[in-house]
T-cell receptor
Framework: GNSVTQMEGPVTLSEEAFLTINCTYT??????LFWYVQYPGEGLQLLLK?????DKGSNKGFEATYRKETTSFHLEKGSVQVSDSAVYFC??????????FGTGTRLTIIP | DAGVIQSPRHEVTEMGQEVTLRCKPI?????LFWYRQTMMRGLELLIY????????DSGMPEDRFSAKMPNASFSTLKIQPSEPRDSAVYFC???????????????FGPGTRLTVL
């Protein structure tokens, strides 16, 4: 079946540091890949997505590239801000209609 | 658009009581999903509907849980009787149909935090 493995948290960084949150997946066929973000007290919201190999999703300074050869979709940001503190979820959508989520990575940015 | 609306935002009840959670999806969306989030198990899909019809309820933990979608603008998730292990945040999400079929981006509601004492 489909599965998503993402970097264990929590992750704590200083403001303006470089961020990488690793995500790898297992799926049959050609899934679509997503990063969702959950701010405190809120529901998840889509951050970015990529629907085919070598696609790069980007939004709010975050980027992730769909790497089929390494089955990865790592999230990166060049300079994080305090407002980026949240929980980040990697997810995939395979042949069925359901999203498969990773366990989430809690990110805290300190000024 | 108001987004996905869930009520109540917080619910505290005693073991054995019936609990009903409510969701209003975004108008025009074809899919509706119910999720449960806990520290131990993360985010779990309980059930989802397409055009008001339940498609997959394999994530519903047991017979105490039931979900309905009587029309395109309303869904309920009911737990009867509730137990302390049901304490979690319950999210509703909705989506349009993707161009290639299946659900597109899911829009989540703010969640209902359920505490069963």
């Amino acid at each position: 079946g489909n599965s998503v493995t993402q970097m264990e948290g929590p992750v704590t960084l200083s403001e303006e540091a470089f961020l990488t949150i690793n995500c790898t997946y297992t799926a049959t066929g050609y899934p679509s890949l997503f990063w969702y973000v959950q701010y405190p007290g809120e529901g998840l919201q889509l951050l970015l997505k990529a629907t085919k190999a070598d696609d790069k999703g980007s939004n709010k300074g975050f980027e992730a590239t769909y790497r089929k050869e390494t089955t990865s979709f790592h999230l990166e940001k060049g300079s994080v801000q305090v407002s980026d503190s949240a929980v980040y979820f990697c997810a995939l959508k395979g042949g069925n209609e359901k999203l498969t989520f990773g366990t989430g990575t809690r990110l805290t940015i300190i000024p | 658009d108001a987004g996905v609306i869930q009520s109540p935002r917080h619910e505290v009840t005693e073991m054995g009581q019936e609990v009903t959670l409510r969701c209003k999806p975004i108008s025009g969306h074809d899919y509706l999903f119910w999720y449960r989030q806990t520290m131990m198990r993360g985010l779990e899909l309980l059930i989802y509907f397409n055009n008001n019809v339940p498609i997959d309820d394999s994530g519903m933990p047991e017979d105490r849980f039931s979900a309905k979608m009587p029309n395109a603008s309303f869904s309920t998730l009911k737990i009867q009787p509730s137990e302390p292990r049901d304490s979690a945040v319950y999210f509703c999400a909705s989506s349009l149909v993707w161009a290639s079929g299946g659900p597109d981006e899911q829009f989540f509601g703010p969640g209902t935090r359920l505490t069963v004492l």
